[in-house]
């Protein structure tokens, strides 16, 4: 089943949001798996965290992956007007599906 | 520079079947695993099929399962996702993914918008 994010998260210029993702001890708690994707409205997703805590080349260092059991977080620091998106979790599952998503989670800033 | 271009998108009644293609280019393609990931309007990201380099082995979301193929032409660098009898729910943006490792997709294409609707 698909991994469970928050609707929405908001935070000013400058702050620090975290957006978590739920999943299950056979996906997100079973490998370190995780990535993350930024998408803004009618482009593309982007890829900006993977095997959990790496940042591809290009990717703000404000981005910062991390897990803890079933669950893994995302936060970005320092937020900017740019960063406002929706953020997507995923993880691999070694089984059917052999990926799972998370909904998506709508980042505001303010 | 990785580049995916999906064509092949428009509107189709319901029942009706579609092919999708991905042109590939900026790495090597014949190496790479690849996906099918789509999106309805307004909705979230799902998985929907995936394929092994050499196209041996495939994998599809239940939702799908019997009615698309996925396929590849390594020689012409080109994904295929081959869909019959859609239903209004597969209307979505379907977008080529390239695979990093572990169904972690490293870059995308632009999508192409498919509309199932009589």
């Known amino acids: 089943s698909a991994l469970t994010q928050p609707a929405s998260v908001s935070g000013s210029p400058g702050q620090s949001i975290t957006i978590s993702c739920t999943g299950s001890?056979?996906?997100?708690?079973?490998?370190?798996?995780v990535s993350w994707y930024q998408q803004h409205p009618g482009k593309a997703p982007r890829l900006v965290i993977y095997?959990?805590?790496n940042r591809p080349s290009g990717v703000s260092d404000r981005f910062s992956g991390s897990k803890s059991g079933n669950t893994a977080s995302l936060t970005i620091s320092g937020l900017q007007a740019e960063d406002e998106a929706d953020f997507y979790c995923?993880?691999?599952?070694?089984?059917?599906?052999?990926?799972?998503f998370g909904g998506g989670t709508k980042l505001t800033v303010l | 520079e990785v580049q995916l271009v999906e064509s092949g998108g428009g509107l189709v009644q319901p029942g009706g079947s579609l092919s999708l293609s991905c042109a590939a280019s900026?790495?090597?393609?014949?190496?790479?695993?690849m996906h099918w990931v789509r999106q309805a309007p307004g909705k979230g990201l799902v998985w929907v099929s995936r394929?092994?380099?050499?196209?041996?082995?495939?994998a599809y979301a239940d939702s799908v399962k019997g009615r698309f193929t996925i396929s590849r032409d390594n020689a012409k660098n080109t994904l295929f996702l081959q869909m019959t009898s859609l239903r209004a729910e597969d209307t979505a943006v379907y977008y080529c993914?390239?695979?990093?490792?572990?169904?972690?997709?490293?870059?995308w294409g632009q999508g192409t918008l498919v509309t199932v609707s009589s």
């Open positions: 095997d959990v805590t």
């Open positions: 993914a390239k695979d990093l490792s572990f169904n972690q997709v490293d870059h």
């Open positions: 995923s993880s691999y599952t070694g089984s059917r599906p052999p990926v799972v």
């Open positions: 001890s056979s996906d997100v708690g079973a490998y370190n798996y």
């Open positions: 394929i092994n380099t050499d196209g041996s082995a495939t």
């Open positions: 900026g790495f090597t393609f014949s190496t790479s695993w």
